[in-house]
């Protein structure tokens, strides 16, 4: 379960950063103190995330309950995607029959 | 007058002393104290008797000094004159006056006196007679006695003369204890002494008709005597100052060294020490075999072993830590352990070789092997400051041996540094050969071994061209999880015979020279890197080949909006992925270390079933809540004008 979860975040960052990579590169070159506050915000979460084991230890919640939490903003966070995706192949597939 | 006369003469009195007591102690040569930078030498008459020295410096010496430097060396005597008529003298004015003290004197050949040859650690030099073989009518005749002893309180030393010596210091609650020990030791003592410190004496073991003695501050920087009796201890306290208090926290490095530095000030010492060292590691999840669990070490810090290095000068600004020989005799120590921790106290002898005074510094090394979480702090009474100690970490200097070489062309190439010092700032040196490309220099971090690219860590990379030899500085350390690429793009038609030549010192690690088609290093997402690292870009770069590179080189994008709309993902993966562990916090102005245990183990054993109980309810709201928001999810898919894909807002 784990090693799916990771996989599919790992697939979902990949095709995040297909779409903004470009629009980064930009920012950087063009306006790098807003790269860099940016990345700035990004680093706040990661400490954040850093003491999230001891967090979720100190609220006493089972580890099931966590998995269910992240199986949920998993699927929130990524199935869309690939909805969206899969509509975007039959809109380009309906423009080039026409 | 009289009291400086008095002065004079108690000195003159040692130096005949140490001529006569210590014919199996390494000689020096005249060389050794007209070669230490002291302007002031005076050839003057010979004089035979102690009082024609005394009358001699009153009336010659002394208003002549009077207007000079504060310290002097006086020769007594002159080449031509037998070894037995030639004396030295060290003179010292004082601060405020137009007076003097003679500090110390030496006698030419004439064998060791005990002391070392920096007049500044004389100030707090105690001289012990045994007064069973003489008393005052003896030297008032310059007649001297058969034991003596030399006592610097800044430390105790451990020289032995005969049968008298100063036994090992040891120091028990900051107090230290030292023995004298000799076939005299509960006769007579006649203490000379001279102290421009905080220092305070007393003698246990006092019989006889005298009492205890103390010198306190406020005798400080006189010359004075006290006759006392004990029977074998003394108790002496010289003050330690806190130098340097440091935290190491777990990134995957050891802490491998604690350094003691020492300046040019401190040579002819005995440094008194006392390191504190707290451990800060919890090893209750240790199971006793594995040596890491949950990211924490299960290894206890020891004290591996002790290593003394120099820093010479090998001109041209350059310099070099030389040595690094495990310390013998020069160090004594003793270590209490305690309960999350231990103590090391002791001390280091600086002034058993005038060697010393050909290096600029000392470093003293303590490896603790596996110190992981640790806090230590050490306080001496070297001349160091806590103010100037971080200074002495950035005397990191180079190696005379190439310790990179980079051959191969057509490829950019990369090697990494790595450094277990907790700061450490170094020069190095680049030598090119048959090229006049670049060498960029890029800073990753060790701990999350990724790849700092962003422009706040180092604003520009540094950058070489179309030089022969250049000279860099790199600040990296354990202490800012921060280690270093080396970095070099090569042209195509650059030459096969295409070097690059680096001088690192030896302090650092460095990774054999890569290709970066070939690299493992890993970015911030975990993947591997395959297409090596970004080079930065650089405004002033000229090259026209490098100019199309803007998308060739680029490598991975956890910044900027990548890293915000990312940022619940990589939330996500690291709730999936993360178990609690310690947290430890250091209490900002109270410098205090704050540690949060994880609380479920400590829930399981004080509300037992409660607690399951309460888990069981919890995850029934959790699972009700997430299974009503997966079926509001599916519903929405239903809604072909939905377009909405939440991962890509901001």
């Not at chain 2, 310390?327 to 305690?338: F, Q």
Request: aromatic share 16%.
């Amino acid at each position: 379960m784990e090693t799916f979860i990771n996989a599919i975040i790992t697939l979902i960052m990949s095709l995040v950063k297909l779409i903004t990579a470009p629009i980064d590169l930009l920012i950087l070159n063009t306006l790098p103190d807003l790269s860099n506050a940016l990345t700035s915000f990004a680093d706040v979460l990661d400490i954040i995330g850093t003491g999230i084991g001891w967090a979720i230890s100190l609220s006493g919640i089972s580890s099931t309950a966590i998995s269910l939490i992240i199986a949920y903003y998993t699927f929130k966070l990524t199935t869309p995607l690939v909805v969206s995706t899969v509509k975007l192949a039959i809109k380009w597939y309906n423009s080039l029959k026409l | 007058m009289k009291k400086y006369l008095k002065i004079i003469y108690v000195s003159f009195i040692f130096a005949i002393f140490f001529c006569f007591g210590y014919d199996d102690v390494k000689a020096y040569s005249s060389d050794d104290y007209i070669n230490i930078n002291y302007d002031n030498e005076y050839i003057l008459e010979t004089l035979s008797t102690h009082s024609d020295f005394v009358n001699y410096i009153n009336n010659n010496v002394i208003s002549y000094l009077d207007s000079q430097p504060y310290e002097y060396i006086i020769f007594l005597g002159n080449e031509s004159l037998s070894t037995d008529e030639l004396f030295y003298a060290i003179v010292q004015k004082e601060d405020s006056s137009t007076n003097f003290m003679v500090r110390s004197f030496f006698y030419k050949n004439g064998y060791s006196n005990g002391f070392s040859i920096k007049p500044n650690n004389l100030s707090k030099r105690i001289t012990v007679f045994n007064s069973t073989s003489f008393n005052n009518n003896e030297y008032e005749n310059l007649n001297f006695p058969d034991y003596i002893e030399s006592i610097d309180f800044t430390t105790t030393d451990t020289w032995k003369y005969q049968e008298t010596t100063v036994g090992t210091v040891a120091m028990v609650n900051n107090d230290y204890y030292s023995n004298l020990n000799t076939d005299f030791a509960n006769g007579y003592f006649t203490i000379y002494y001279r102290t421009n410190a905080d220092l305070t004496i007393t003698s246990s073991g006092v019989s006889k008709e005298f009492v205890p003695v103390t010198f306190n501050n406020s005798e400080k920087n006189y010359i004075g005597d006290k006759f006392l009796t004990f029977d074998d201890v003394m108790d002496l306290k010289p003050n330690l100052n806190l130098k340097k208090e440091f935290t190491h926290k777990y990134n995957n490095n050891t802490l491998k060294y604690i350094d003691l530095y020492f300046d040019n000030n401190d040579y002819g010492k005995t440094i008194n020490f006392k390191l504190d060292i707290i451990d800060n590691s919890d090893y209750s999840l240790c199971n006793g075999t594995s040596s890491f669990v949950n990211g924490q070490s299960c290894i206890r810090p020891e004290l591996i072993r002790t290593q003394m290095a120099f820093l010479e000068d090998y001109g041209n600004g350059l310099y070099k830590w030389t040595g690094g020989i495990t310390l013998g005799d020069t160090i004594d120590y003793t270590i209490k352990s305690n309960d999350n921790g231990f103590t090391i106290t002791g001390k280091i002898n600086l002034d058993h070789d005038l060697n010393l005074f050909n290096y600029k510094k000392i470093r003293v090394s303590f490896n603790l092997g596996s110190a992981y979480n640790v806090t230590y702090s050490y306080s001496d009474n070297s001349t160091i400051t806590s103010n100037n100690i971080d200074e002495y970490y950035s005397w990191m200097m180079l190696l005379e041996e190439q310790r990179l070489n980079r051959i191969d062309y057509n490829y950019t190439k990369y090697t990494i540094l790595t450094t277990d010092y907790e700061t450490f700032s170094s020069d190095i040196l680049v030598e090119y050969v048959n090229t006049s490309k670049y060498l960029f220099v890029e800073y990753f971090d060790t701990e999350l071994s990724t790849y700092l690219q962003n422009g706040n860590i180092i604003s520009t990379p540094n950058y070489f061209s179309n030089r022969d030899i250049e000279k860099f500085t790199i600040n990296i350390g354990t202490s800012n999880n921060r280690g270093v690429y080396l970095l070099n793009h090569l042209k195509n038609e650059e030459l096969s015979t295409s070097k690059y030549y680096f001088y690192i010192p030896e302090d650092l690690y460095f990774s054999q020279t890569e290709s970066l088609g070939n690299s493992i290093y890993i970015d911030n997402t975990g993947a591997n890197n395959t297409n090596g690292v970004i080079a930065k870009p650089d405004d002033n770069y000229e090259d026209s080949s490098f100019a199309n590179d803007f998308f060739n080189t680029f490598q991975n994008n956890d910044f900027g909006l990548s890293a915000v709309i990312s940022s619940p993902l990589r939330f996500i993966q690291e709730l999936n992925s993360n178990t609690c562990s310690t947290i430890d916090l250091t209490l900002p102005y109270v410098n205090k270390s704050l540690q949060l245990p994880c609380m479920t183990e400590i829930y399981e054993k004080n509300f037992g079933e409660v607690f399951h109980l309460y888990q069981i309810i919890t995850t029934g709201f959790v699972a009700y809540w997430v299974s009503v928001r997966i079926y509001a999810l599916v519903k929405n898919f239903k809604n072909p004008e939905d377009d909405k894909i939440e991962v890509m807002d901001l």
